[in-house]
C-alpha cells in the first residue's frame, strides 16, 4: 500500500485533522465540576461520568479534581508530528495493520507490533508537553490545594478517561493506565496515559469490542487529575449481581485494614451477608455500616443515570467517597463458543463464579505469569488456564477456553473483561485447585464455581 493511500486510511490527513478536533471550546484542563465536562468528546467517559454525580446530587462526595481534556492530546501529537517528533507515517502504518489484521494475525506478528508501539509510545513519553498545557495544569493545581482541607499531604490520582472507556458495551477495564499517590511530575504521567492508547492488549480487547484503532487513538484521552484519597477501608460495589443479573442483589468489595470483605446486600429485605476469606476477621459491624452508605448512594445514582453501575469509592471522615462510576457492561461483546460436556464427573471442587459459561478442557498450570508473559511462551485454544493470578491483558493477548484462579473475585478487572470477552471463569479457588494436576481433562462452571474433574483421566 502507497503511502498516500496509508495517509487517507488513517485520518484523510492525521495531522490535519489533529488540528481539526479541537472542539469549539479551545480549554486545554478544566475541573470537572465544569458545564463543559458533559461533554465525553472533551474529556472520555471517566471523567464524564464523575461530572454526572455532581450534577445529579452535590451531597455526593468525589475528590476535587480537573481534566486535562482531549484538546490537549490533540494539540499535543499534531505539535508531535510536525517537528516529526512522533513518526507519522509509523502511527498510519500501526493503525493500519491493526485494523486490517484479524485477532489471531496480530497475535503472531506481536513482536513486530509491539516494537512499533513500543517506539510511538517512548516518542510521546520523552516529548515535552507545551507550556500552554502546562501553566494550566498548574492553575488547576493551586486551585484544588486551595480548596483541600489536606494541603500538607497533598498528592494526585492521574487516570486515564478516553472517550471509549467506562461505556455501555466496553469497560476498557484495566486496558489504560492509571498512577496513584503522585507528588511530582505530572506532566510524565499524564504522557504515559496517553501513550497507553498505542498498547497492542488495549487495541485488542477494543477490537474484539467492535471499536477500530482508529477511532481509538483519533478521538483521544482525557486524564483526570484527582486528589488522592488515603484510606484503610476502600472497595467496589456492582448495583447487581453480574453473574446471576438479580436486581434485587448489590455485590460489595471491601478491603478494609488487611481484611477482604465480600457483602451481598439484599434490596428486598435490606439484609447485608458478609463473607470474609479470613475466618478470624473482627469489625463486622463496621463493615455493616459502610455497605449501607455505600448502599443509599448507589440507589441515588441507579435511579438518576438508569443504568446498573459500577462504583469504586473509599471511606474518608467517615464519609463514603466516590472515585470513579462506569455502566456495568453488557455480558458479552464477543461472546466465544461455549459448549457444554455432559460427561460424569466423581470429584469437584468449588470457588467463586466470576463469568458465566460451562467448559471442559486441558488443565494448564502456569506457576510464575510474569515469566510466562517475559518469555511468550504458547498455550492451546483447548488449555483451562490455573493460576495464583493474570492480568486482564493475559486472557487478551491469547486464546484460552476457560480460567481459574485461586485469587481474585467476580469486581475485579479480569473478570470484568472475561464477562465481555464470554470467557469462563472460577475465581478465589485457593490452594483447593492443587489436587488438579496438569493437562488432566476438568470441567469449570462459571456460574457456580463448580470444578469437576476425576481422579484418574
Not at 481509538?216 to 486528589?227: D, L, N, P, S
Not at 453473574?243 to 485494614?257: C, R
Not at 462504583?311 to 457492561?329: F, Y
Amino acid at each position: 500500500m502507497d503511502k498516500m493511500i496509508i495517509n487517507e486510511y488513517c485520518y484523510e490527513n492525521t495531522k490535519e485533522r489533529f488540528k481539526s478536533a479541537m472542539f469549539n471550546n479551545d480549554r486545554l484542563v478544566i475541573p470537572v465540576s465544569n458545564v463543559l465536562v458533559r461533554d465525553k468528546n472533551i474529556v472520555g467517559n471517566k471523567a464524564y461520568n464523575l461530572s454526572r454525580v455532581i450534577s445529579i446530587d452535590q451531597s455526593i462526595k468525589i475528590p476535587c479534581c480537573a481534566v486535562v481534556t482531549t484538546n490537549s492530546y490533540h494539540e499535543f501529537l499534531s505539535i508531535l508530528f510536525d517537528d516529526n517528533s512522533v513518526d507519522y507515517d509509523a502511527v498510519c502504518e500501526f493503525i493500519k495493520k491493526i485494523d486490517e489484521s484479524n485477532a489471531e494475525s496480530i497475535r503472531y506478528n506481536r513482536e513486530d507490533l509491539e516494537h512499533i508501539s513500543s517506539i510511538i509510545q517512548d516518542s510521546i513519553i520523552n516529548s515535552d508537553i507545551f507550556f500552554g498545557i502546562m501553566d494550566e495544569i498548574r492553575q488547576q493545581s493551586v486551585i484544588m490545594r486551595r480548596y483541600s482541607n489536606f494541603e500538607d499531604s497533598f498528592s494526585y490520582a492521574v487516570r486515564s478517561s478516553s472517550v471509549f472507556e467506562d461505556s455501555d458495551n466496553a469497560s476498557f477495564a484495566g486496558q489504560y493506565v492509571s498512577f496513584l499517590d503522585i507528588t511530582q511530575d505530572i506532566d510524565l504521567f499524564i504522557k504515559k496515559c496517553w501513550a497507553s492508547l498505542f498498547n497492542i492488549d488495549s487495541l485488542l480487547y477494543a477490537k474484539a469490542c467492535g471499536v477500530k484503532a482508529e477511532d481509538i487513538i483519533h478521538t483521544g484521552m482525557g486524564v483526570i487529575i484527582q486528589r488522592m484519597v488515603k484510606s484503610n477501608c476502600r472497595g467496589v460495589v456492582f448495583s447487581i449481581d453480574p453473574i446471576y443479573k438479580l436486581s434485587n442483589t448489590m455485590v460489595i468489595d471491601i478491603k478494609h485494614n488487611k481484611s477482604d470483605y465480600i457483602v451481598r446486600y439484599n434490596q428486598l429485605t435490606k439484609s447485608v451477608t458478609v463473607i470474609c476469606s479470613e475466618e478470624n476477621a473482627k469489625n463486622n459491624d463496621y463493615i455493616v455500616s459502610v455497605s449501607h452508605k455505600v448502599v443509599d448512594i448507589v440507589n441515588k445514582l441507579v435511579k438518576q443515570m438508569k443504568v446498573d453501575l459500577d462504583i469504586e469509592w473509599v471511606i474518608e471522615n467517615n464519609d463514603v467517597v466516590v472515585l470513579q462510576v462506569r455502566p456495568i457492561t453488557n455480558n458479552s461483546c464477543l461472546r466465544r463458543d461455549i459448549i457444554k460436556h455432559n460427561k460424569s464427573y466423581s470429584k469437584y471442587i468449588e470457588g467463586i463464579g466470576a463469568s458465566e459459561g460451562t467448559v471442559s478442557g486441558r488443565a494448564c498450570e502456569i506457576p510464575d505469569i510474569n515469566e510466562f508473559i517475559n518469555n511468550n511462551y504458547g498455550i492451546s485454544p483447548d488449555d483451562i488456564i490455573v493460576a495464583d493470578m493474570v492480568p486482564a491483558s493475559f486472557v487478551i493477548s491469547r486464546s484460552i477456553k476457560g480460567l481459574i484462579t485461586r485469587l481474585g473475585g467476580t469486581t475485579s478487572h479480569l473478570a470484568i473483561v472475561c464477562r465481555e470477552l464470554g470467557i469462563p471463569y472460577v475465581a478465589g479457588v485457593g490452594d483447593s485447585v492443587n489436587v488438579i494436576s496438569n493437562g488432566k481433562t476438568i470441567e469449570i462452571n462459571g456460574n457456580t464455581g463448580k470444578i469437576s474433574y476425576d481422579l484418574e483421566n
